[in-house]
Nanobody, 114 residues
Framework: VQFVESGGGLVQPGGSLSLSCVVS????????MTWYRQAPGKEREIVAI????????VYADFVKGRFTISRDNAKNTVNLQMNSLELEDTGVYLC????????WGQGTQVTVSS
């Protein structure tokens, strides 16, 4: 199993980033997929989940309508569009099947700073 996250970077508050996670090694289309993040000194937390059956998304409260999760089963990809970024969004963003059941990838660093 492999997760390759990309799209992170340095952005000012209020800016946007588009993250992508390419997945291999399991039958992607049958799994709910999750974006997580881990800020410095904090535990990993769920950002958003997307269903495998109807693409229904569920978001953490702190997303507040700013982020959009999507998936492309033909490309084994799960995406996270992040708008109106805040300083508190800084961290490493990782994807995994719901529950974090597979070995983690490296993640992609998102830094929000003025």
């Amino acid at each position: 199993v492999q997760f390759v996250e990309s799209g992170g970077g340095l952005v000012q508050p209020g800016g946007s980033l588009s993250l992508s996670c390419v997945v291999s090694g399991f039958n992607f289309r049958y799994y709910d997929m999750t974006w997580y993040r881990q800020a410095p000194g904090k535990e990993r937390e769920i950002v958003a989940i997307i269903s495998s059956t109807n693409n229904r998304p569920v978001y953490a409260d702190f997303v507040k309508g700013r982020f959009t999760i999507s998936r492309d089963n033909a490309k084994n990809t799960v995406n996270l569009q992040m708008n109106s970024l805040e300083l508190e969004d800084t961290g490493v963003y990782l994807c995994n099947a719901a529950g974090g059941i597979f070995h983690w990838g490296q993640g992609t660093q998102v830094t929000v700073s003025s």
